[in-house]
């Protein structure tokens, strides 16, 4: 990939299905990253590879600072940012939601995504290297879904805050985009099968049959392949590629 060796990218929601991958696949490439999740314990058969992890809850306004600092600590800066980390919701009708879900999920989903962009925009212009930042959204940040409406709304805003940034970043050399993933074969999609299944009165293995079929390619993803397209934008050859938004659907949006 153009330009990933010896670049130094931090990865949130590192130990992730999702994050795993990217992670891999960044070291790979010739890639040292600086990963973080809650849990940093499935990340140390990677760190002989070239990665450091520090652990911490992503809605902490500390920990991506903490993270740019261990970043030009181990490996001298900070040249890219994947902000994956993200946390399903407990499926519902929207009138049946709970308060407290909401701002539990938009604290993830949304809060710890604004403050990880400032921090990092700020090291970035500071550095005056330029930069990269991707951030995590959903196909449900681009339609709607019954029962879901929390996470789809999470999702939505994630989409408005990268699409601004890159409107205010673009002189500094800071891209901005969004990968935007449908089912994909993840601990995640497990949750949601789940929680939707049990809101719509369906069996989990049967609501997982009917979303892949609903997939033109009729499977769920895998997260290496999600990753394969996550390490390309980050890489310099997506060079030219600023304030868009990505989908990996399997087909999924080819309706409209």
């Keep these: 990939m153009k330009n990933l060796n010896g670049r130094v990218v931090l990865v949130t929601g590192a130990a992730g299905g999702?994050?795993?991958?990217?992670c891999a696949r960044l070291l790979r490439e010739?890639?040292?990253?600086?990963a973080t999740d809650l849990d940093t314990g499935p990340l140390d058969a990677l760190a002989s590879a070239g990665l450091v992890s520090l652990a911490g809850d992503i809605t902490d306004p500390d920990l991506v600072p903490r993270c740019v600092a261990l970043a030009v600590?181990?490996?001298g800066c900070l040249d890219a940012a994947f902000l994956n980390a993200g946390v399903e919701c407990r499926a519902a009708p929207l009138d049946a939601t709970p308060l407290e879900e909401f701002d539990r999920v938009f604290a993830?989903?949304?809060?710890s995504i604004f403050v990880s962009a400032q921090a990092l925009v700020s090291h970035f212009k500071?550095?005056?290297n330029g930069g990269n930042l991707l951030f995590m959204s959903s196909i449900a940040g681009l339609r709607g879904s019954a029962t879901t409406a929390v996470y789809n709304a999470s999702k939505h805003a994630v989409i408005?805050?990268?699409k601004s940034l890159a409107l205010e970043v673009g002189g500094f050399g800071i891209?901005?985009?969004v990968l935007c993933p449908g089912t994909v074969n993840t601990r995640m999609m497990r949750s949601l099968e789940a929680s939707i299944g049990s809101a719509m009165a369906m069996d989990a293995e049967d609501l997982r049959t009917q979303m892949a079929g609903a997939n033109a390619l009729g499977r769920y993803a895998e997260p290496d392949e999600v990753a394969a397209l996550a390490v390309w934008l980050l890489s310099d050859e997506a060079g030219y590629c600023h304030g868009e938004v990505f989908t990996i659907g399997g087909g999924m949006m080819a309706a409209g």
Excluded at 18 to 22: D, H, V
Excluded at 30 to 34: E, I, K, M, N
Excluded at 108 to 111: A, E, H, L
């Design 73 to 75: 600590q181990q490996f």
């Design 175 to 177: 891209r901005s985009n």
């Design 18 to 22: 999702i994050g795993m991958a990217t």
């Design 30 to 34: 010739g890639a040292r990253v600086v």
């Design 108 to 111: 993830v989903n949304v809060r």
């Design 160 to 162: 408005g805050l990268a």
């Design 126 to 128: 500071q550095a005056g």
